[in-house]
T-cell receptor, first 114, second 114 residues
């Protein structure tokens, strides 16, 4: 059973515009959420995280929003750049101290067009 | 500064053959993990090692064995490969029990079992 779902396999945006990537989860025990970014032929790299005590976390052009009641989080990239073109994975776990029960979404492929 | 190194990058096996995927990290991390990624699915945890000398099953352990050789190295063995094990395999490491845990991934091994 997929406990973390990214329902959009792909997204295409114009350079300079906002990219919004969405993620839904079903397990109410999840308490810590992360986004990873993956370029072809490379492993995923950590991008940004948020714990359930917050509803927003910002790091430069990247902002993650968490809506616990809706079991939904989103990643906003503003402004989008061609170098942001990658696959983005949403992940969730029950606490911020270990990764053993982390679940990943299937990923969304973002293409930013110049 | 290599981070997490996996070998080989590509491998083709025949059904029933065995092989070992190697992984090493140079970040002095306590925990190491093996994931597999299949099309349309998120990364799924096969086995992990929370610390040197311990290993535990993850979400999809059947058909695999692991060895935590020392703090740096964590290998994954397929004793009798099956076509269902065709996948991309990622090794990862993390500090373990640090707040805001995140995973550091290797670049992956593309395995095909014919």
């Amino acid at each position: 059973d997929q406990q973390v779902k990214q329902n959009s396999p792909s997204l295409s945006v114009q350079e300079g515009r906002i990219s919004i990537l969405n993620c839904d989860y079903t397990n109410s025990m999840f308490d810590y959420f992360l986004w990873y970014k993956k370029y072809p032929a490379e492993g995923p790299t950590f991008l940004i995280s948020i714990s359930s005590i917050k509803d927003k976390n910002e790091d430069g052009r990247f902002t993650v929003f968490l809506n616990k009641s809706a079991k939904h989080l989103s990643l906003h990239i503003v402004p989008s750049q061609p170098g942001d073109s990658a696959v983005y994975f949403c992940a969730a776990s029950r606490d911020a101290y270990n990764n053993n029960d982390m679940r990943f979404g299937a990923g969304t492929r973002l293409t930013v067009k110049p | 500064n290599a981070g997490v190194t996996q070998t080989p990058k590509f491998q083709v096996l025949k059904t029933g053959q065995s092989m070992t995927l190697q992984c090493a990290q140079d970040m002095n991390h306590n925990s190491m993990y093996w994931y597999r990624q299949d099309p349309g699915m998120g990364l799924r945890l096969i086995y992990y090692s929370a610390s040197e000398g311990t290993t535990d099953k993850g979400e999809v352990p059947n058909g695999y064995n692991v060895s935590r050789l020392n703090k740096r190295e964590f290998s994954l063995r397929l004793e009798s490969a099956a076509p269902s094990q065709t996948s991309v395999y990622f090794c990862a490491s993390s500090e373990h029990r640090a707040n805001n845990e995140k995973l550091f991934f290797g670049s992956g091994t593309q395995l095909s079992v014919l």
